[in-house]
């Protein structure tokens, strides 16, 4: 007697769920051709920016100089064979030590080239907007030989800044200088610019605003450029007086570009190597010096100090951060979009 047992029916195994690919695998599949075109930009800029930043920060914490750079001291024996011995001086991580120094004022002069840096912004910074706005508004307004005065007022703009430097620094010459050349013409006396801080941050302050101003009105006047000509047409008619038109139309016109220019004007004015280095070289004893040409001093005079240098560097770095997020705020809170 036999028995047939049911055998029971196979089941097919339940579908494996498709993971759904990732945020960059989609991208990489839809724009490959971007990132091709980035890749090469990125690897530049981590070259020669974002390594040399990175490198920085970290010597910030270390005690490394010209003199404790090497790990080893090697020297040549009576045979002549080279012979190599720890260096006892050899640099070490030191953690904040740098900062507590500076901010604390036992290494460098910190706080007084942080005050000479603040004048030297702001004064610069407010002479080209109010200038390069004058400039703008003249040159936006038909005229003959416009085309011309676009040209000429652009100039200084094309020269090299150190040419300008060396231009100006000559100009303020105590002896030869053109400027003490024009007041002894006038019965003045000679004024010894770099003799006195104040004077010889005048030179520089005068050197940088030929310098910038080119920059600010050019970009003042193509903003001017994108404002509707039916915005001043509707407000003659209506009677309203140049300074009326120039503050209800073209300042808020200009809203958005002035924003931009005057945070780019202001980080390019903070940084501004050139002109103090070579227009007063620091004269009289440092007091004319900003953080930038500090942190030149330290990595390029004397004993060179790369560890104090690349502090000065984060501090500025950092300060120009702080700076530019309170101004991004300050645009939100207007409504700006940036």
Known sequence: MS???????????????TRRPGRLRRSWDKHWYAWVMVTPVVLVLGVLIFYPLGRGILLSFTNLTE????????SKSITGTEVCKPNPNAWEIVGVDNYVNILTGKVGEFWQQFGV???WTVTCVVFHYAIGLGLAVLLNRPMRGRGLYRVLLILPWAVPAFVSAFAWRFMFNENFGLI??????VGLDRVAWFADWKTALLTAIVANIWLGVPFMMVT??????????????????????????????????????????LLLGTIWTFNMFPIIFLVTGGEPAGQTEILVTGAFR??????????????????????LLVFSVFYRRALRKQGEVW
């Open 117 to 119: 840096t603040l004048i």
């Open 67 to 74: 003199a404790n750079q090497l790990a080893e001291i090697c």
């Open 298 to 319: 330290s990595a390029f005079e004397g004993i060179r100090n790369y560890s104090l240098s690349s502090t000065y560097g984060v501090l500025i770095l950092s300060i």
């Open 3 to 17: 028995t047939d047992t049911a055998t029971p029916a196979r089941t097919s195994p339940p579908p494996r769920e």
């Open 180 to 185: 003490n050349s024009v007041f002894e013409s």
């Open 220 to 261: 003042l006047l193509g903003g001017m450029q994108t404002i509707p000509g039916e915005q001043y047409e509707a407000a003659e008619i209506d009677g309203a007086t140049p300074w009326q038109r120039f503050v209800n139309i073209t300042l808020p016109g200009l809203r958005s570009v002035s924003m931009t220019v």
